[in-house]
């Protein structure tokens, strides 16, 4: 039995590994690949894994950079079930459409400028259909349910406190009378976040296969953080400027305005219009709202009590293109909440472009802006960005919100990995190289722990463990 890493361990994005047993292969995640366009024109090299020789895929939650290749491995030959938390397979019903909406609408745009130079069109990465068959192969796992799916081989899920449905994924694997247990962390979300359950503590595992995204950093205290919105919010309303909230439509949109709820009148929300820009967040919003029995203490004991999220009545959403688009028309008094969240394509980028420029205007930032996107751009202060082959003048205020993130920081990992009590070997991934290795040696220093950086590509015999 044996653990080969691909995806996320050079890097963040594109998070997939493989593990074989017997004469079994189980992929864990098939994500995109998100950054820079040449990175990104990565996700269409062939995969470096026999699709043929894949048994079953372990998907641990939603997000692109976790599950947006899964259409691809259908497309080119996978046929297998697809395993995921029942959450998670509602929302890749939204995420994948709209992965496969994007890359149709990018393949077009590039056909135009490739038939100008009478280059041959391309392909779109994947379709809409690519993703609806993906969606197909789905097959939906409660929390806490073990689950043998393959001989020798059992999986189950634990709550990661990330996004709704997101897994830490536990895998026990048998060949040759002998056993030994695997813990994916996927992505781990913060301890005390409002809406999702605090991670899930897990004991035992002789290797922790664990992301490190904030391992070098801390979040700020989610009561400065919340201090910090106010702040921003009275900022724009003296200049009567905009806002402008690029936003992950999973997780972060809807915690976004479960914040703006709570606190409707202490950030006098009364005198914006607020628009939930997107139309995957708005339907995401829906798919949160069938699974009230996953919400923490606090977002469950409001539900029961209205009946809904806290409902604003200046929350207007936009689902139409032309809906969008008027919202422009707007120079001062609108807060927009739109994808995507890196600021990589969706409606945000259309609406930097009519704002970005403006010195009354204000640029929030709430989540991780991977390398090479136009979202890490502007939090490293560029001043000046392109946008649709035309350069604009930074002169809009960036703010950069770090306690909304859905990602554990450094105390929060250490909190988790910290709950094993027998010890395991970890192996970092899902980081920028330099913060696998300061957070590797972190493991291994305050908690003794066998910890180390996996390369693309490296095996470790799990029998020898």
């Not at 046929?79 to 959450?87: E, F, L, M, R």
């Not at 056993?179 to 899930?200: A, E, M």
């Not at 070997?425 to 696998?436: F, I, L, M, Q």
Request: hydrophobic content about 35%; aromatic content about 6%; proline content about 3%.
């Amino acid at each position: 039995m044996e653990l080969e890493f691909y995806g996320a361990t050079g890097g963040v994005t594109g998070s997939c590994h493989i593990i074989r047993c017997g004469q079994y292969q189980i992929l864990l995640d098939c994500g995109l690949i998100q950054g820079r366009r040449k990175e990104e024109e990565a996700n269409r090299d062939p995969f470096p894994f026999d699709v043929d020789a894949i048994d079953a895929v372990v998907l641990s939650h939603a997000h692109i950079d976790h599950s947006g290749r899964l259409p691809l491995l259908v497309k080119r030959g996978y046929s297998g079930p697809i395993y995921t938390q029942n959450a998670t397979r509602d929302l890749c019903a939204v995420l994948l459409r709209d992965s496969a909406s994007l890359a149709e609408r990018d393949a077009k745009y590039q056909n135009k400028k490739r038939d100008k130079k009478n280059m041959e069109p391309i392909e779109p990465l994947y379709t809409e259909a690519d993703a609806v068959n993906a969606w197909e192969h789905m097959q939906g796992i409660t929390y806490r349910e073990k689950k043998e799916i393959l001989p020798g081989i059992s999986i189950r899920y634990q709550d990661a406190g990330h996004i709704l449905g997101s897994c830490m994924v536990e895998v026990w694997l048998t060949e040759n009378n002998i056993t030994r247990k695997i813990v994916f962390s996927g992505d781990i979300g913060q301890y005390d976040t409002p809406i999702l359950n605090d991670p899930t503590t897990i004991e035992e595992a002789d290797l922790v296969l664990m992301e490190s995204t904030y391992g070098n950093r801390l979040h700020r205290d989610r009561s400065q953080t919340i201090e910090e919105i106010g702040e921003v919010i009275s900022a724009a309303a003296a200049e009567k400027g905009n806002i402008l909230i690029p936003a992950f439509s999973i997780g972060r949109s809807q915690e976004l305005l479960y914040l703006m709820g709570t606190h409707f009148d202490e950030w006098q929300l009364d005198r914006w219009q607020i628009y939930l820009d997107s139309p995957m967040a708005i339907e995401a919003s829906h798919i949160y709202w069938d699974y009230p029995h996953l919400y923490d203490e606090e977002a469950t004991r409001l539900r029961k009590h209205i009946n809904e999220m806290p409902r604003m009545r200046n929350l207007h959403l936009t689902h139409a293109v032309e809906e969008s688009m008027a919202i422009n028309e707007m120079k001062s008094g609108a807060i927009i909440i739109a994808g995507s969240g890196m600021c990589n394509g969706g409606r945000i980028v259309h609406h930097l472009k009519h704002n970005i420029s403006r010195h009354e205007c204000h640029v929030m930032i709430v989540g991780y802006q991977a390398n090479g996107t136009l979202g890490r751009r502007l939090v490293n202060g560029e001043e000046e960005i392109k946008i649709h082959g035309n350069f604009y003048k930074v002169n809009a205020h960036i703010h950069t919100v770090g306690g909304l993130s859905a990602h554990a920081d450094q105390n929060d990992l250490l909190r988790w990995v910290g709950g094993f009590k027998n010890n395991p070997r970890v192996c970092v991934v899902h980081g920028e190289p330099e913060v696998k290795q300061e957070f590797s040696q972190l493991l291994h220093k305050k908690l003794q722990l066998n910890a180390s950086v996996p390369h693309v590509g490296e095996i470790i015999d799990l029998s020898n463990l």
